[in-house]
């Protein structure tokens, strides 16, 4: 989701509801302590040199239990941000505490923000070896395998 995506929805919502992967809920009490934009320039290991540039936020709780962000106060930290760091629309990113700080895309069901999975890759598989992946064949009641085939 990317940060204008995330202004629309705050826009339209009255409570606002984060969810983990699991489908577990964020605290109500969590605070969004920070966001920003993060800048990161790499190389991969196949020798190329990339840049990544993601809108940050990090979601934070403790024992404030008296404490609800609204969506318009989140808005009003975005305009904030915007205004005072100049962000760009890109991809947003979201820490979360768990046994150590996790990383997050961010989705959207209608009601509530969802955090969801991330995961590592190699950038430049045709430059380490790695073959690419397989098309996989769905076979039918009808279809035999045969020798040469192509289908095992």
């Avoid at 605070?31 to 920003?36: A, D, K, L, R």
């Avoid at 509530?112 to 070896?129: E, H, P, V, Y």
């Amino acid at each position: 989701m990317k940060l204008s995506e995330i202004k629309t929805h705050l826009a339209n919502l009255n409570e606002l509801e984060f969810h983990l992967p699991d489908g577990s809920a964020v605290p109500a009490h969590f605070h969004v302590t920070e966001v920003g934009q993060i800048s990161k320039r790499f190389i991969d290991c196949g020798g190329t040199v990339r840049k990544e540039e993601v809108i940050n936020f990090q979601l934070w709780e403790d024992g404030d239990f008296d404490h609800r962000l609204g969506a318009s106060k989140l808005l009003s930290i975005i305009s904030l941000s915007e205004r005072l760091l100049n962000l760009e629309d890109h991809e947003i990113e979201v820490e979360y505490q768990g046994v150590t700080i996790g990383k997050y895309g961010l989705d959207f069901d209608g009601k509530s923000f969802i955090l969801t999975n991330t995961m590592t890759d190699c950038l430049a598989k045709d430059q380490c070896g790695i073959p690419p992946e397989k098309a996989k064949i769905r076979l039918g009641a009808n279809q035999a395998c045969t020798p040469g085939g192509g289908c095992c």
